[in-house]
């Protein structure tokens, strides 16, 4: 299922506290960036955000799974879906983006280090 303009609109209006966030086509679906950190995604018109160790424990409480991008048998990724109820609230998800954005960085810094 392909991700509608609708939704893409609606994620970014959500998110417009954070400052700009650009929003990719790629492998059909988008990806989110800030600052040039690649902090989420959606596919199907869902939203999924950036975890690691320090943040996934609040996706995983909210009964949220991670993105899995050929169907639930396939691999995990390290993107989680955001409950509803944060999508429609946009303090909530300006909190849960901004944490999904440093995961992002920390990410980003470590590789360049390994390099």
């Given at each position: 299922?392909?991700?509608?303009?609708?939704?893409?609109?609606y994620v970014l209006d959500q998110l417009a506290a954070l400052g700009p966030v650009d929003a990719k086509r790629m492998f059909g679906g988008v990806g989110?960036?800030?600052?040039?950190?690649?902090?989420?995604?959606?596919?199907?018109?869902?939203?999924?955000?950036?975890?690691?160790?320090?943040?996934?424990?609040?996706?995983?409480?909210?009964?949220?799974?991670?993105?899995?991008?050929?169907?639930?048998?396939?691999?995990?990724?390290?993107?989680?879906?955001?409950?509803?109820?944060?999508?429609?609230?946009?303090?909530?998800?300006?909190?849960?983006?901004?944490?999904?954005?440093?995961?992002?960085?920390?990410?980003?810094?470590?590789?360049?280090?390994?390099?």
């Open positions: 299922m392909p991700v509608t303009q609708g939704y893409i609109d989110l960036y800030s600052g040039g950190s690649f902090f989420g995604l959606i596919a199907a018109d869902v939203l999924y955000f950036k975890v690691d160790e320090s943040t996934r424990s609040g996706y995983e409480s909210a009964g949220m799974g991670p993105f899995r991008p050929y169907g639930k048998d396939s691999y995990a990724m390290q993107y989680y879906e955001v409950p509803a109820d944060v999508l429609e609230d946009p303090d909530q998800l300006q909190q849960w983006a901004e944490g999904a954005i440093s995961v992002a960085k920390q990410k980003q810094a470590s590789g360049k280090r390994k390099k």
